[in-house]
């Protein structure tokens, strides 16, 4: 999948200026991050605070458009930290030697799926994919409450959705709905119509959450999908008339990680910040100003806001070793096949890309 030629270079000239000499002697630190530039900044500002002689530079991009930056830059690594993906792309990175194996002082604080093999990654959130809506266009009983109902004529046009191309919670949500249909026969196929259905409504596949946010606020489009933290945060900080569904048959749920990037001459400082924004106050914070859940299981529930503990979160299964061997083919299918195409899939009894 060719990535566009202009982000490309956009990134590459935002990295030339996060890479340059940090001033005053400081430590420059490099962190690649999907988190947006809310949460990463906040962190940037309490981090230097506790160590002055470190200077954070975060580069925010989509999570699979990281994976690919880190492949570019095997041979000569500029990130210290990739702070933010869904667990099998971190799996991927560390079966490529593009991850550091690194054992924070919390280890034992999490359950085994938040934990990646020879420790090159560890969970940082627990990340619900839901169905958003512009709540001012729809009422909460006219949005679409299962997934299934996206594929209804009534939607046509009516929904926009991030690329899924560099973005991990989409590729999460699309793989997801081909997993749920595998399950049932075998084969992708019936995922592969699923999206092709869903492709029939979808307006536009827009870059990035800001533009998915304001075109909803705008009425551009009616519904998308997308994670509830980052909805809560648009929502709280930007007065965007939204809301989500959690639907009852069940969501993907992203055990979101964190891991050192492999270098030769690893930066103290890297393990510093690692230590840093998982630790529990930070993971407190981020519970209470940017709504993310925690994934590790020693912070008492006293000190998290209320509605964690308050909204059930029904979580559909995911096989995380298919997801992690098959995303990229099944993602390359859709991209070729499916997208701007609007023809409900391949054809009922075929099975592109079996496994």
Request: proline content about 9%; overall charge negative.
């Amino acid at each position: 999948m060719a990535r566009p030629l202009l982000v490309i270079a956009i990134t590459g000239s935002l990295l030339l200026a996060a890479c340059s000499p940090a001033e005053n002697g400081k430590v420059s630190l490099i962190v690649y991050s999907p988190h947006g530039k809310e949460l990463l900044s906040d962190h940037e500002i309490r981090f230097e605070a506790r160590y002055p002689r470190v200077d954070v530079k975060w580069l925010d991009m989509g999570s699979q458009d990281v994976l690919d930056r880190l492949r570019s830059e095997k041979n000569n690594p500029q990130a210290d930290i990739w702070w933010g993906a869904p667990s099998d792309l971190f799996e991927q990175a560390g079966e490529e030697g593009l991850l550091l194996p690194y054992r924070p002082t919390w280890s034992e604080a999490v359950a085994p799926e938040a934990r990646g093999s020879a420790d090159f990654w560890y969970g940082t959130y627990r990340t619900p994919e839901v169905i958003a809506y512009n709540n001012a266009l729809l009422k909460p009983d006219e949005a679409p409450e299962e997934w299934d109902d996206l594929l209804d004529p009534k939607w046509k046009e009516k929904i926009i959705l991030r690329d899924p191309l560099a973005s991990g919670t989409m590729r999460t949500i699309f793989c997801a709905m081909i997993l749920r249909e595998l399950n049932k026969t075998g084969s992708p196929a019936g995922g592969y119509r699923w999206l092709g259905a869903l492709d029939a409504n979808t307006k536009d596949y827009v870059p990035n959450l800001t533009i998915l946010s304001q075109k909803l606020a705008r009425r551009e489009g009616w519904v998308t999908l997308w994670n509830m933290p980052d909805i809560e945060l648009q929502r709280a900080r930007y007065d965007y008339p939204l809301a989500y569904v959690l639907p009852a048959s069940g969501v993907p749920v992203v055990m979101d990680g964190i891991a050192l990037v492999a270098k030769s001459e690893p930066r103290p400082a890297a393990r510093e910040y690692y230590e840093f924004v998982t630790s529990r106050p930070s993971l407190v914070r981020a519970a209470r100003e940017f709504f993310r859940i925690p994934a590790r299981n020693d912070i008492p529930a006293s000190e998290l806001p209320s509605w964690i503990g308050r909204t059930p979160i029904p979580v559909m299964p995911l096989d995380r070793d298919l997801l992690r061997k098959h995303s990229r083919e099944w993602m390359r299918y859709w991209d070729e096949h499916i997208r701007h195409k609007g023809n409900g899939g391949p054809a009922a009894g075929t099975s592109p890309g079996s496994d």
